[in-house]
Nanobody, 126 residues
Framework: QVQLVESGGGLVQAGGSLRLSCAASGRTFNSYAMGWFRQAPGKEREFVSTITWSGGNTYLADSVKGRFTISRDNAKSTVHLQMNSLKPEDTAVYYC???????????????????WGQGTQVTVSS
């Protein structure tokens, strides 16, 4: 079992920045690839970013490339999502998730993640 707790969400003006954090507890953190997903009201959960267990490979959705950065600290069992140049369309609940899949394009799919946090709200005002 892995327990995930997100933090760092909030209200920010367009063009601003937020840094989301996800703290993991339970089984060995560095056994898991970590992902960030988001879900806006009335929409399906969508992929934002993922990072492999070693941090050696990262993937970003096209909609956030150049603005968001994912990183992890295995010593502290945390993963971060740095979000810059935020837009109103980034408004959503952001979820952290853990997967045993080692890598590849499948990490963009919610179905390969076994563990999820409760989510943190990000609201970007225009």
């Amino acid at each position: 079992q892995v327990q995930l707790v997100e933090s760092g969400g909030g209200l920010v003006q367009a063009g601003g920045s937020l840094r989301l954090s996800c703290a993991a507890s339970g089984r060995t953190f560095n056994s898991y690839a970590m992902g960030w997903f988001r879900q806006a009201p009335g929409k399906e959960r969508e992929f934002v970013s993922t990072i492999t267990w070693s941090g050696g490979n990262t993937y970003l959705a096209d909609s956030v490339k150049g603005r968001f950065t994912i990183s992890r600290d295995n010593a502290k069992s945390t993963v971060h999502l740095q979000m810059n140049s935020l837009k109103p369309e980034d408004t959503a609940v952001y979820y952290c998730a853990a997967s045993v899949v080692l890598g590849g394009i499948s990490l963009t799919k919610p179905s390969v993640y076994a563990y999820w946090g409760q989510g943190t709200q990000v609201t970007v005002s225009s």
